[in-house]
C-alpha cells in the first residue's frame, strides 16, 4: 500500500492544481488537498508518517516540474520535459518494495461492513483502485502531454506551432518560396499558410477519450477481458486510419498518434500492476 500512499498525494495535487483559480490560490489549495489526503491515509487506513511526509514531497516536486496544462500559471510556458514521469515511476515502484503496515482504522473498518469488503476485497485493493481511476483522468493526462510536447518539439528546442511565451502562433510553414531581391526567382524563403477557418463546432472530445480509454482498459483487464481490451485497441487504429492517411506526406499524424496512444496504454498499464502488486499484500 505504500506505493498508492504516494501516488494518491501525487494525484491529489493535480486534481487541485486543474482549479481555474488565480496561481497563488491553486497552490494554496493543492497544499491544503494534499494535507487532508494525507491526514485521512494516516487517520483513516493507519498509512505510515514517514510514507505520507515522502508523498507529500514527490507531490510538491511533481507540481514544480510538471505544470498543468490549460490552466494559466502566471509565466511563460516552461520547455516539456519527460524525464519526471520517468523519475515518478521509479519512485512507485520503490515505495512498491517498502513493506507497509497492515491497513487499520475507522475507513477500514468502515469498509470491512461494505459488501465488497465482505465479500473478501481487501481494503487496500480498494484504495488502489480508487486512486488509479482518479489518476488515469489527472496525472496520466499530463503525462501523455509532456510526452507528446517533447516528440513535436524541433532539433533547436523548440515546439512547431509555439512562440517563446508558450502561446501558439496559429500558423505552420507549408512551403517555399524563390526569391531574389524582390523578386521570386532564385533564394528559398519559408512560406506561411494562414490558419484554416473552422467552419463547424470546435470539437472538445481528445480531452475526454483519454481518460475514458484508459479506464476502460483498468477495468477490462482487472475483469479479465484482455481479448476485448485488444479489440478497443484496435477499433481506435481504425478510427484514425483516415487522418492518418490524410497526412501521409509528412507522416506526424501517425507519429503522434503512437507516442500518445503508447504512453496512454503504459499508464494503463501501470495502474493495472499498481492494483495488482495492492491485492498480494
Not at 16 to 21: D, I, K, P, T, V
Not at 46 to 52: C, I, L, M, Q
Request: charged share 15%.
Amino acid at each position: 500500500m505504500t506505493a498508492t500512499v504516494v501516488l494518491a498525494l501525487v494525484v491529489a495535487a493535480d486534481v487541485a492544481r486543474g482549479a481555474r483559480l488565480a496561481p497563488r490560490t491553486r497552490r494554496a489549495l493543492a497544499a491544503l488537498v494534499v494535507a487532508a489526503v494525507g491526514t485521512t491515509l494516516i487517520v483513516g487506513f493507519g498509512a505510515h508518517v514517514v510514507t505520507v511526509v515522502v508523498g507529500a514531497v514527490a507531490a510538491a516536486a511533481w507540481s514544480l516540474l510538471v505544470p498543468q496544462v490549460g490552466v494559466a500559471t502566471g509565466a511563460a510556458a516552461a520547455p516539456p520535459r519527460a524525464w519526471p514521469a520517468a523519475a515518478l515511476a521509479v519512485v512507485l515502484v520503490a515505495a512498491a518494495l517498502v513493506p507497509a503496515p497492515e491497513p487499520a482504522g475507522p475507513l477500514v473498518d468502515a469498509w470491512a461492513r461494505t459488501v465488497p469488503g465482505r465479500a473478501g476485497v481487501p481494503v487496500a485493493v480498494a484504495l488502489a483502485v480508487l486512486v488509479v481511476l482518479v489518476g488515469l483522468t489527472r496525472t496520466a493526462n499530463l503525462v501523455t502531454r509532456a510526452a507528446l510536447a517533447r516528440a513535436r518539439r524541433a532539433p533547436d528546442g523548440n515546439v512547431p506551432g509555439i512562440d517563446d511565451a508558450g502561446r501558439s502562433t496559429g500558423r505552420r510553414p507549408t512551403g517555399w518560396r524563390l526569391a531574389v531581391r524582390g523578386r521570386d526567382v532564385a533564394s528559398l524563403s519559408p512560406v506561411e499558410a494562414p490558419p484554416e477557418p473552422r467552419t463547424g463546432p470546435v470539437m472538445r472530445g481528445g480531452r475526454y477519450i483519454g481518460p475514458l480509454e484508459r479506464v476502460l482498459v483498468l477495468l477490462l483487464a482487472l475483469t479479465g477481458a484482455y481479448g476485448v481490451i485488444a479489440a478497443v485497441l484496435a477499433a481506435k487504429g481504425v478510427v484514425r486510419f483516415p487522418e492518418i492517411s490524410a497526412d501521409r506526406a509528412r507522416g506526424t499524424k501517425a507519429e503522434e498518434f503512437l507516442v500518445g496512444s503508447l504512453v496512454s496504454w503504459a499508464c494503463a498499464g501501470a495502474g493495472v500492476l499498481l492494483v495488482r502488486v495492492s491485492g498480494l499484500g
